[in-house]
């Protein structure tokens, strides 16, 4: 009979490297499947799925989008931090259809994203078919009603070239030749369950030219209950306070969240996320992936693509953060926020003497998220944030991301980035500064 050697006691079975190729169902939490355990350093390598649209007109998907199964950090605990390093995003769909969107009432209970109903036979979540393609392609399995709660108010299908670097928006006949072969067009992953939006053959725009700037729209840790994917936000989540469906929860439930669904356009290759830890190993989990977006994803929604993304994970101990913090790459920080020039130091000093004050601070970047039901309410959620974690008071924050830094847009209508330079101090005394001299050098 075949033995094994145990491993010796104290020796991780973390594994060095974790490939993620399965998605959930569109619920996101305690109740999600592991896919496994990433040892602290390692990394983790997906092959992601669309996101908006597809999960949109999908009833089985539960979310509102179609995210990888979370990865466990090991040594991750409740109160730590997971500090992820965008090692490469790339872009493997080579179109996909996009636009400004209108609900269709009888199709949904409240919430069109998480909770969609059959207008005909009353099937929640129903399974679907496709037949054909255009807006009513996708119907109901059971009695094949027409079956997606969305529609286009103004759409447009959009090809890449070879090197990923433009898009261009194409006519009807080809947007319709996409829609023919959608799931190779969109490059969906052979676990992917999404029915492709390309199958929908919108073509209001014809002509427009769109550089690629690819970045992850859902990255995060797993909130400390089940949420819908899409939800795992102040914004979208207000939408589950005392919604009438099963997914509903109070605004203190809501409050487990961890804003893994940020739609900021500077989560991308190169810049640092610093997630919080709210249940046991963390639970990283990704998808949304898009080709380019402004800030504010103004029409609701972007140019949704499948890609692979490389990331490296590492635990922050004790840090205890209510949401993320972004090292964004630094030419995406705002003008105001970026790091002093050595020139600019000793200009800096020079006047400080002059006028008889202090010594000047040492000071680097830092982006705090922060969302609410609205971008006022997430203003105030990111400055109470960044208070918190770095020992200030909110004024003090408002005056700095005021004559320091920015706040800028990253979801309307309501996810935001509260960015300025900070103390070296007030970083390091909570183990921030490591990463922020990772991305911009010591402090001049």
Not at 187 to 204: E, G, K, M, W, Y
Not at 264 to 293: E, S, T
Request: include cysteine; hydrophobic fraction near 45%.
């Amino acid at each position: 009979m075949a033995t094994t050697t145990p491993r010796p006691a104290g020796v991780s079975t973390a594994a060095e490297t974790v490939y993620v190729d399965r998605f959930c169902d569109g619920i996101i939490g305690p109740s999600a499947e592991i896919l496994g355990t990433v040892r602290d350093g390692g990394h983790i390598v997906a092959n992601t799925a669309p996101g908006c649209w597809g999960p949109m007109i999908t009833p089985a998907i539960k979310g509102g989008h179609e995210v990888t199964l979370p990865v466990n950090v090991e040594g991750a605990e409740i109160g730590d931090a997971i500090a992820i390093r965008i090692r490469a995003i790339d872009v493997t769909s080579v179109a996909t259809a996009s636009g400004n969107d209108r609900t269709i009432e009888g199709r949904f209970n409240g919430d069109p994203y998480c909770a969609k109903v059959c207008a005909r036979c009353g099937a929640e979540d129903e399974a679907t078919v496709v037949d054909g393609i255009g807006p009513d392609s996708v119907r109901c399995a059971e009695c094949g009603a027409p079956a997606a709660p969305f529609a286009f108010t103004n759409g447009y299908t959009m090809a890449f070239d070879d090197a990923r670097r433009l898009g261009v928006t194409v006519t009807g006949a080809q947007a319709e030749a996409f829609a023919h072969d959608a799931a190779h067009t969109a490059a969906l992953p052979a676990n992917s369950v999404q029915n492709p939006i390309l199958l929908f053959a919108p073509s209001d725009l014809v002509g427009v030219v769109a550089r690629m700037r690819p970045f992850m729209g859902q990255l995060g840790t797993m909130p400390a209950i089940d949420l819908p994917d899409s939800h795992n936000a102040g914004d979208f989540g207000a939408f589950l306070v005392g919604a009438p469906h099963s997914r509903a929860v109070t605004a203190k439930q809501l409050a487990a969240r961890t804003d893994g669904h940020l739609d900021i356009n500077a989560v991308r290759a190169g810049a640092i996320l610093v997630c919080p830890v709210k249940v046991p190993g963390g639970g990283v989990y990704l998808g949304d992936m898009h080709a380019m977006q402004g800030n504010g994803e103004i029409a609701g929604h972007t140019a949704d693509v499948a890609g692979t993304v490389t990331l490296q994970v590492s635990v922050v101990k004790g840090l205890d953060l209510d949401g993320p913090i972004l090292f964004p790459v630094a030419e995406d920080l705002p003008f105001l926020a970026r790091p002093l020039t050595a020139a600019e130091r000793t200009a800096a000093e020079a006047l400080a003497w002059r006028y008889g004050g202090g010594a000047v601070e040492d000071s680097l970047p830092v982006s705090f998220v922060g969302s609410g039901p609205d971008l006022n309410t997430a203003i105030e959620n990111g400055l109470r944030r960044a208070a918190a974690v770095l020992g200030m008071e909110v004024p003090e924050v408002m005056n700095r991301a005021t004559i320091s830094g920015a706040i800028e847009i990253g979801r309307a209508p309501g996810v935001v980035q509260v960015t300025f330079r900070a103390p070296v101090d007030a970083l390091a005394a909570r183990g921030l500064d490591g990463p922020a001299r990772e991305q911009y050098g010591e402090p001049a």
